[in-house]
């Protein structure tokens, strides 16, 4: 049995034997644990940004299916009338954009009076009598982070930089062989975001412009996906006044309502 005093030969210091023994062992065994940890780290990570290049996105429908059958949705007053003739659900029908996060609210609106007519907002009223604001179906779709995030875990991580530096290697050999796909996909996303700002613009309801004397229009408003809208607010102003109409979307009852 060694004492306190036994001198252990391996590192020239004092030592406690068998116990410093376990201790060192334990000690690798963490140690290569954090070293594993980190480079499956680093192969995810890598491998996350290789499929991030052929990653889906938002695309243009170009023949759409026919639109569902008309709401038959109004309210009005003796200058203003607002017709809800559709609601066109992700992927459902008159879907012009595969894959969209909205609801497209097409409206009908008829200005009944001799004189010009502006509508300046159109808002949703959420089951919880929230007041909701039309989105830019252009704009839905979350822009990339880049490459920064990357960059910043690995200067960030000493350990995950050293697990790195071989990985980087190859990752760089498959990131050439994808850059071509890539591309093509990056030109395919153009494309489509390009067709749907146009699209977008053409149907866009609310206009600045205002509308003339005993005119017409029809023409949709975005709105984020609100499960059991209540009503649709329009706020319009004719000559100097402000005035506001309000349309019940009772019809609309379990919209994006999964039964239990």
């Known amino acids: 049995m060694r004492g306190q005093g036994y001198f252990?030969?391996?590192?020239?210091?004092?030592?406690?034997?068998?116990?410093?023994?376990?201790?060192?062992?334990?000690?690798?065994?963490m140690t290569m644990a954090k070293w594993w940890d980190h480079g499956m780290r680093v192969v995810l990570l890598l491998v996350a940004l290789s499929l991030s290049a052929c990653a889906s996105t938002l695309r243009y429908v170009s023949n759409p299916s026919p639109l569902p059958p008309d709401?038959?949705?109004?309210?009005?007053?003796?200058?203003?009338?607002?017709s809800l003739?559709?609601?066109?659900?992700?992927?459902?029908?008159?879907?012009?954009?595969?894959?969209?996060?909205?609801?497209?609210?097409?409206?009908?609106?008829?200005?009944?009076?001799?004189?010009?007519?502006?509508?300046k907002r159109i808002q949703l009223i959420d089951s919880r009598g929230i007041y909701v604001e039309g989105t830019n179906?252009?704009?839905?779709?979350?822009?990339?982070?880049?490459?920064?995030?990357?960059?910043?875990?690995?200067?960030?991580?000493?350990?995950?930089?050293?697990?790195?530096a071989p990985l980087?290697?190859?990752?760089?050999?498959?990131?050439?062989?994808?850059?071509?796909?890539?591309?093509?996909?990056?030109?395919?996303h153009r494309e489509h975001r390009e067709k749907i700002e146009k699209e977008?613009?053409?149907?866009?309801?609310?206009?600045?412009?205002p509308l003339a004397g005993n005119a017409m229009i029809t023409g949709s408003v975005f709105f984020p996906i609100v499960p059991n809208p209540k009503a649709l607010v329009i706020d319009y102003q004719i000559q100097d006044k402000m005035r506001t109409l309000q349309v019940s979307l009772e019809k609309l009852t379990g919209l994006h309502i999964v039964p239990e």
Request: aromatic share 8%; glycine share 10%.
């Open 8 to 29: 252990d030969k391996r590192n020239g210091v004092p030592g406690r034997g068998s116990d410093n023994e376990s201790e060192c062992k334990e000690v690798g065994i």
């Open 168 to 188: 980087i290697v190859v990752g760089s050999g498959v990131y050439w062989l994808i850059k071509p796909q890539s591309d093509k996909k990056h030109r395919e």
């Open 200 to 209: 977008f613009t053409r149907r866009l309801a609310v206009s600045r412009s």
């Open 85 to 119: 003739n559709y609601v066109i659900v992700p992927n459902g029908s008159g879907a012009w954009v595969k894959g969209a996060r909205w609801d497209e609210y097409i409206l009908t609106i008829r200005n009944f009076s001799d004189k010009p007519l502006t509508i």
């Open 71 to 82: 709401l038959g949705v109004s309210s009005g007053t003796e200058e203003l009338n607002v």
């Open 137 to 164: 179906p252009s704009q839905a779709e979350s822009k990339p982070r880049g490459n920064d995030w990357l960059l910043e875990l690995l200067l960030g991580d000493p350990y995950v930089l050293i697990m790195a």
